[in-house]
């Protein structure tokens, strides 16, 4: 007890003043953080996701801040003991390899802009819309289960910053308000391909109709921002054979990013009935065990 007492005394008597400024830097940083914390709560015209957005930056730019402010308060002492702790360091280093390797891939998706808030995006085997982004680690709501699906699961995904080290990321709405969406529905060999086709262009016409001009005119803008050749939006129909039993319609369309899923389950729904009418349905019959 009496040797931290005397280390307390020493470091007070050493260092006083690089710990006042310290104390003294936390403490703004923190009230400017309280301040800005309630300025965003108390704006209630400001679209949750603008506050949201702010209120992130906000706690990335003062912790950046705080850690450039201490090291140049402490920058006399650090050089100082910098040739002695070179070995230090190196097992430091290796040490935080991970957290490195994380705030690595901080800067590489800030450079690249390859994600930002409310984006949905997908990284391995992760998919989901980012709510919160860090130094370290991406949040995200996960959007599935499966990679078809576009619908919220309730659950919030955090993942490493270093996955973007060593994965793609897939921006699912890289070109804003509307998308082109591909929609895989496997037939069987009963229905023949060309009626198939004709069911499943005849619903995504009808369900998209209305969008394709509203689509055609933000795909052009999309083209001259990003200098970028950008496809039809009128339905497509593509064919592949999958095997002897059936084969895949793939068709892709332009909407609505917000729309996704309630589009492409009214073109499933509309192309179902066309090729299983429920008047035509066998009953099944009933099996006793």
């Known amino acids: 007890m009496s040797e931290l007492l005397d280390l307390l005394h020493q470091l007070r ?7 006042v400024r310290s104390l003294m830097l936390i403490a703004v940083l923190l009230l400017i953080r309280l301040a800005v914390g309630h300025i965003l709560s108390s704006n209630v015209n400001v ?40 070995a230090f360091a190196a097992a430091l280093i290796l040490a935080t390899k991970e957290l490195i390797l994380c705030v690595s891939g901080f800067v590489v998706r800030h450079a690249s802009n390859s994600y930002s808030l409310g984006d949905h995006i997908e990284v391995g085997n992760i998919r989901g819309r980012v709510v919160d ?3 370290l680690s991406t949040t995200v709501m996960e959007i599935g289960p499966q990679h078809n699906a576009h619908q919220m699961t ?30 895989n529905v496997p037939v069987g060999y009963q229905i023949p391909p060309t009626r198939a086709q004709h069911l499943l262009l005849a619903a995504a016409e009808e369900h998209c109709q209305q969008h ?16 970028v050749d950008t496809p039809s939006v009128e339905p497509r129909i593509g064919m592949q054979a999958v095997d002897e039993k ?44």
């Not at 992130?56 to 003062?62: A, I, K, Q």
């Not at 319609?249 to 917000?258: F, S, V, Y």
């Open 47 to 86: 679209p949750v996701e603008e506050r949201r957005r702010w209120s992130v930056s906000t706690r990335n730019f003062l912790f950046i801040a705080g850690l450039a402010g201490i090291g140049m308060i402490w920058a006399e002492e650090l050089q100082t003991i910098a040739v002695s702790m070179l």
């Open 13 to 19: 008597n050493d260092y006083s003043h690089e710990i």
């Open 133 to 135: 982004i860090g130094l």
């Open 154 to 183: 309730g659950r919030a995904l955090t993942f490493p910053n270093s996955l973007l080290l060593s994965n793609a990321v897939i921006r699912e709405n890289y070109m804003g308000d509307y998308v082109m969406h591909i929609i």
């Open 212 to 227: 394709v001009e509203a689509a055609r005119v933000h795909m052009e803008r999309m083209a001259e921002r990003y200098l």
């Open 246 to 289: 059936r084969y895949q319609l793939i068709l892709r369309i332009a909407i609505p990013a917000k729309e996704r899923q309630r589009i492409e389950q009214a073109i499933i729904y509309q192309f179902m009935a066309g090729c299983y009418p429920e008047s035509a349905a066998t009953p099944v019959p009933c099996v006793s065990k």
